[in-house]
């Protein structure tokens, strides 16, 4: 468990742990994820795990929590091979954006990325105005725009970003 203060809307102690994915509030956000992109993205285009996949054996889920346990958000890392990661299911809950759990929850990922080895971790986010936000965190934490990774292909509606490890 990894804690951090955050100072956005006062102090709040973030703790970052490996969860399960069955808690009814951690599977009520990660389908209120999954709504939210098909508001902004055509289905062919959705690329978000849903809660059986995030159990499987090659992806690890983390939620951000406040001290009396509140779900602030989530994040997963499922590794692709021994050297290449994804970030996966990154998801702040609506009413408590600007809290700092999404930073937090991917400087947790790519700490975790370095101490198994990977030599990159990459992600693909949408395209569209209302993944901004996202896209700015993942300039801001040093990920660059590169081509399609894994088994995606070029989308108008994707973009795809990479952090080298080394």
């Known amino acids: 468990m990894v804690k951090e203060n955050m100072h956005s809307k006062g102090v709040v102690e973030v703790h970052v742990r490996k969860e399960d994915v069955t808690a009814p509030d ?10 939210s992109m098909t508001l902004h993205s055509p289905p062919e285009s959705i690329h978000a795990l849903n809660a059986d996949r995030l159990r499987q054996p090659d992806v690890t889920f983390w939620s ?10 989530c994040g997963a890392l499922k590794e692709l091979n021994s ?5 996966k299911s990154m998801k702040t ?15 947790h990922i790519i700490e975790e990325a370095k101490r ?15 993944f901004l936000p996202a896209r700015r965190l993942y300039e801001k934490t040093g990920f660059q725009y ?19 490890m080394r």
């Open 83 to 87: 050297r290449h990661g994804e970030v």
């Open 146 to 164: 590169c081509g399609p990774f894994a088994d995606y292909n070029e989308d108008p509606n994707s973009l795809f970003m990479t952090l080298n």
């Open 26 to 35: 951690v599977i009520a956000l990660l389908q209120a994820h999954l709504k």
């Open 116 to 130: 198994r080895g990977y030599q990159r971790i990459s992600l693909e986010t949408g395209s569209m105005d209302a």
């Open 93 to 107: 809950s609506p009413q408590h954006v600007r809290k700092g759990a999404a930073k937090r929850i991917l400087h």
């Open 64 to 73: 951000a929590r406040e001290e009396d346990g509140v779900l602030l958000g």
